[in-house]
């Protein structure tokens, strides 16, 4: 089976206390908040969860109950269960999703794909679990790249993140999730690229 253990950056970039990268964040869940619906499921899954940080602020919107996180560091799940404890955390991977059809309301993969050795599978998965909506994101290419370049990071690699084994422009992505998704909105918070989607 091919692995899909993220690996590469580890920087907490939602814990960090660098004002730029919190002011970046911070537009980045008021762009999200945006395209989640209102109120919320009752049956939220977040794919690749890493330290918590998403699951936790959607506990603060809707039941903590309704939330299922997943990951494969048992590392992270364990620093996201200290951080949470009333969220469900669990170690499984995204393109083996252990939940029957249609399980779940919502599903989120936010900085996920670009990780992937086949994001097309773990987009399936999403689509097998899913009742209603997905939303997910990606960095922005080659924005993701150039910013990675003025800020004197990865220039051995060309500015581009360790770990990150996909890229996509905003057309290049939307034309991903089309073959098995509706897009219904897209929001573009600087360097990332969120899409709002229902099932074909």
Not at 112 to 117: D, G, K, T
């Amino acid at each position: 089976m091919e692995s899909d253990v993220i690996v590469g950056n580890v920087f907490d970039k939602h814990g960090t206390s660098n004002r730029i990268y919190r002011a970046v964040v911070d537009r980045y869940f008021r762009q999200l908040s945006g395209l989640l619906p209102d109120p919320m499921p009752p049956r939220i899954l977040e794919v690749g969860c890493g330290e918590g940080h998403v699951a936790g602020w959607l506990s603060e919107r809707s039941s903590p109950d309704s939330i299922v996180a997943l990951d494969l560091s048992p590392k992270m799940l364990a620093e996201a269960h200290s951080r949470y404890a009333s969220v469900e955390f669990a170690c499984a991977s995204a393109s083996g999703l252990p939940f029957g059809d249609r399980t779940f309301d919502l599903v989120l993969i936010l900085e996920v794909l670009e990780h992937l050795p086949s994001p097309r599978r773990a987009l399936e998965e999403a689509r097998r679990v899913c009742a209603g909506q997905l939303v997910a994101s990606v960095p922005r290419e080659p924005i993701w790249r150039l910013l990675n370049f003025v800020r004197g990071a990865y220039w051995a690699r060309m500015g581009n993140t360790p770990g990150h084994l996909q890229h996509w422009s905003r057309k290049s992505f939307l034309g991903l999730l089309d073959e098995h998704w509706i897009v219904k909105r897209v929001a573009t918070p600087l360097p990332w690229i969120i899409a709002q989607c229902t099932l074909k």
